[in-house]
């Protein structure tokens, strides 16, 4: 559980102090938050939060074909091309633009498809465009990857 009161943060947990530091704690909530972002982009960009009135089975046909684009989103075009990214130009991209990206651009969603088949380890004239919208912008803060990477060395 998390508590924040006058600028105080409140960790409740099961955790040994003498086994788990403060700080260890307070790293490993923020990556919990991906969690909270990851509904946040289901919810914002792939329209989980709006849906009318219809009946069982149609409602049953667009929430699977809505976790259907999740996983091709994440899975199929997130994950390999924040690897490309990473490695040919040495951005970190940022899943809740990705999905954006993606949900609002369709036609570049099949682009990046292609590419990743016909080039699966190749930064694409598409994928650097991707990389250009979608990556974090610089910031004194860490992102989420930077925040994984100080935690799993």
Request: charged share 25%; aromatic share 12%.
């Amino acid at each position: 559980m998390y508590l924040k009161l006058l600028g105080w943060s409140i960790y409740i947990t099961t955790l040994p102090r003498k086994k788990v530091e403060a700080k260890t704690i307070f790293s490993l909530y923020k990556l919990r938050w991906r969690i909270e972002i990851i509904f946040k982009s289901w919810k914002s960009n792939m329209g989980f939060d709006k849906v009318h009135n219809v009946s069982q089975n149609q409602l049953s046909v667009i929430i699977m074909a809505r976790f259907i684009m999740v996983i091709i989103c994440t899975q199929f075009i997130f994950k390999p091309c924040r690897a490309i990214i990473k490695i040919t130009l040495n951005k970190d991209l940022s899943l809740m633009k990705t999905t954006h990206y993606l949900i609002r651009h369709p036609k570049k969603l099949v682009q990046i498809i292609a590419d990743l088949s016909d080039y699966p380890e190749k930064a694409s004239e598409t994928i650097k465009i991707m990389a250009r919208y979608c990556s974090y912008d610089k910031r004194k803060r860490p992102n989420y990857q930077q925040d994984l990477e100080m935690v799993l060395p």
